[in-house]
């Protein structure tokens, strides 16, 4: 019998570490790939961003990309927030800075993620960390970089919900006695 090919149990180069990495077959001996087709991952990138949505609570929601592989997220803001995997394999958010969303200039993220171009990505960060952790870390990564507190938003006024349905944004609280 001929030598199967073999791939290294581990969720790749940065994750190196957090668990051993062990050889096991590409294929089974009936030539089925291993691991089966969907239960490599127990979680796709749109699981980050919902789970995500949950911990931000009030204001936000979150819909899947095209076969699960990314993730959006909006709220009380303009910008919207797509979960991506870059081309070097980090788990990366990207949004567009837009005046009217009045982001702070200089967020402090949460360690472990750095800025990029268009947004900011994990340091090291693989599905072994969890989905529960990942989304926590996207939370607290998007409250840096937006500010956010809720108590700012007025999420209950009719004129606040019609201003949302006209322009993606929330009003903050006292914008609409202003208008």
């Known amino acids: 019998m001929t030598a199967q090919p073999t791939v290294p149990l581990t969720a790749g180069p940065k994750c190196e570490g957090r668990q ?10 009936n030539g ?25 609570g009030t204001g936000w929601r979150a819909e899947s990309g095209y076969w699960g592989i990314t993730g959006a997220i909006c709220g009380p803001y303009v910008a919207e927030f797509e979960f991506v995997v870059d081309y070097q394999g980090d788990l990366t958010i990207t949004y567009t800075l837009y005046e009217a969303d009045d982001f702070p200039h200089i967020p402090e993220l949460p360690e472990g993620m750095k800025e990029c171009g268009e947004g900011f990505y994990f340091d090291l960060a693989c599905a072994a960390d969890g989905l529960d952790s990942l989304a926590e870390r996207c939370a607290a990564a998007i409250r840096a970089v937006t500010g956010y507190n809720p108590a700012d938003f007025d999420f209950e006024s009719s004129a606040s919900r019609q201003h949302y349905i006209d322009s993606g944004r929330y009003l903050r609280k006292g914008e609409a006695e202003e208008a």
């Not at 490599?40 to 931000?56: K, M, N, T």
């Open 32 to 56: 089925t790939y291993n691991p089966a087709p969907g239960t490599e991952y127990p979680f796709s990138i749109s699981d980050i961003a919902r789970a995500a949505v949950r911990l931000l």
């Open 20 to 29: 051993p990495a062990l050889e096991a077959p590409l294929f089974e001996e």
